[in-house]
DNA sequence: TGGCGATGTATCGAGCTGATACATCGGTTC
DNA sequence: GAACCGATGTATCAGCTCGATACATCGCCA
């Protein structure tokens, strides 16, 4: 299988470029900035280092997908000045790019849906079609399913062997995954449900909102 | 701060150290079988790869704490055979090692209980005294709290700013948050009912164990 | 004026992963 | 019985990533 296997910038996991692309999609932006998006908007789960960023940032602009401009417009007269104003590289999608984008939007194998990847996808499902939507989740579910059986296995032949506390651990592991599970149904039905009467209303609709009686919900810290 | 810090094998995360040690306190070992545990008994969170692994031993082994052995017994007589049997590499907890493990083990700083270490620390509760579990524990929940406090805090600025897919992942990643903290409370507070009357009950006694209703537990799959 | 934290680009050492190589063991299949 | 194959077992490597750090400027407040 494998069938949509394209050459990637950083070969492995190739989250980052995903990344870079989608939230340069929506606008220009120097590192800085990408860097702080990467790990709010999207991050919690995952965080990328600088590291990570130049060396990736560098790599798609020798791709084609991205293009340099300098921060400071070329009428600032500051630009010119004595103390040779430091470079503000600020970074634009071209038009390959977004193709790339697209290209990488599509796609709904497992790049999509294993651990690493998955959480980046989500966050850009909203420029995406239902259609890939589903399969994405229907894929991440599939597998998380997977592991399940393995863990209650694994679990089924050293119960007996393990102290109380290991077993804690593994209940607990197997708990989160469950829970995953569920929210991907949730997800899976509330985008089903939103087959044609849908207006702007996301994938919240199938969950009563989070503390709907918690006044103090934002703003608690 | 950061008084407990002494050399380490690895230095960064150590906890692949900790988790050998812990392992072969038990029961000496080959690197095959320490991978196996690794990654079933505590695994499931993490992952450890033979290239880790190896070079692991072999520093341990240059430390003092472990010790070789040839698999096979002396007296073997195939030891000695044409085929010059495969090398089957045994390691076995030195005094050195086990006094190592036992300073480890008492640690209750970050080291203890940021994401990379806890899971790790808290398979190996058993060995440890309530005191330190309880400093343990409530170290990994006030950690919590604080990114709790960063992710509402992040979320009430951005809230308007994101797409509802975006959003949605962010309650998500939030609610495994305070999931896990509700989890954390949970085992504080077991651990403090056992205060004189535990019968090696375990860290279980506070749920009511997973499903007591449903028979098929196990071998669901 | 001077300090300080946020902004901003960039690199490096060190560590980790996935892939791979190599070899033996035990069991099944034709 | 021989050919095969998956599990056992040790070991290494290229490539990727992270945390730390360096360096410099900006805006702001005292």
Redesign the interface.
């Known amino acids: 299988m494998r069938t949509e296997v394209t050459s990637r910038v950083s070969r492995r996991s190739g989250v980052l470029e995903f990344a870079v692309l989608g939230l340069l999609r929506e606008a220009p932006m120097h590192g800085y900035e990408l860097r702080k998006r990467l790990n709010?908007?999207?991050g919690?789960?995952r965080a990328f280092s600088y590291g990570s960023l130049y060396p990736c940032l560098k790599a798609l602009v020798q791709q084609g997908w991205l293009a340099e401009e300098s921060g400071r417009a070329p009428d600032d007269p500051r630009a010119t000045s004595l103390t040779n104003r430091r470079a503000k590289i600020v970074y634009r999608l071209t038009a390959e790019g977004k193709e790339r984008f697209e290209e990488l939007l599509a796609q709904t194998g497992p790049d999509a849906w294993e651990d690493e990847h998955f959480?980046v996808r989500?966050?850009?499902?909203?420029q995406t079609s239902r259609d890939v939507r589903m399969r994405v989740l229907e894929g991440r579910r599939s597998r998380l399913e997977e592991r399940l059986?393995k863990?209650?296995?694994?679990?089924?032949r050293?119960?007996e062997k393990?102290?109380?506390?290991?077993?804690?651990?593994?209940?607990?592991?197997?708990?989160?995954v469950e829970?995953e599970v569920r929210?991907l149904n949730e997800?899976i039905e509330s985008e089903r449900e939103g087959q044609d009467q849908r207006e702007?209303?996301?994938?919240?609709s199938a969950r009563e909102r989070?503390r709907p009686d918690d006044p103090s919900d934002?703003?608690?810290?």
Chains 1, 2 share one sequence.
Not at 122 to 126: I, P
């Open positions: 709010t908007s999207l919690v789960f959480g989500f966050a850009f499902f909203g059986a863990m209650r296995a694994s679990m089924a050293t119960r393990l102290d109380a506390y290991t077993l804690e651990l593994q209940r607990h592991g197997m708990e989160s829970r929210w997800l702007q209303r996301g994938p919240g989070a934002d703003r608690t810290i």
